[in-house]
């Protein structure tokens, strides 16, 4: 039998955690957001090592290794000890940096394992880069959510700054997406029996409608 895991993959900003956090909370599931896995390895690296020229492999898979998952009320948190890690992990300074980390194979490997350990005996719903590819080629269900770059940008910074964005803020912003797409190209890997959901003009409630009715029918 296939896991029941829900795979939710796309670029950056495209709305995929908020998504797969209110898709499992309909379904019942627990969430594991990918990125924030990487996002924690980087934030950890960087206490270790402020200056990022001297992060290698090996230094970074150091620094991340007392890393674990910790269930929270739906969506797994990143702890480094006893430290819970969500709210640092979202900082600009991590931001800047977590593309780098993405591409070092042996944190992709370490990041691989983590998260299919949260799926063994639990459903999950999952959102990355290549959950439905590298990770669960079996998963149950595949989705790959794309959306304008502007209305990623918008939506980004209205979550961000709680109020409506200057047409200039959303200009720099797209900029700053565009750059992390580009870095995170190798990556972001659409599976061939993924069903691809433009959300440029969708409502989140829309998407996740959607994806749960999918989800409905296969698992
Ligand atoms: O989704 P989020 O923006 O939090 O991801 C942070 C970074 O982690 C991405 O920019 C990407 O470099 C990396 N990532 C990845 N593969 C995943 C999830 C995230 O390479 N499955």
Known sequence: RRPLVVAIDGPAASGKSSTAKWVARELGLRHVDSGSLYRAATAAALRTEPESARWTEASVLAAAAPIHLVPGETTFHPHL??????????GKDVTSHVSQVAQMPAVRAWVNRQVQATAEGHPIVVDGRDMGTAVFPQA????????????RARRRLVQRLQRAPEEAEIAAEVDALTQRDAKDEAQTQQASDAVLIDTTYLTQEEQVERIVALARAAL
């Open 81 to 90: 000890g006893d430290e819970d890690l969500e709210f640092v992990i979202r």
């Open 140 to 151: 149950r269900v595949k989705v790959f959510l794309i959306a304008d770059p502007w209305e």
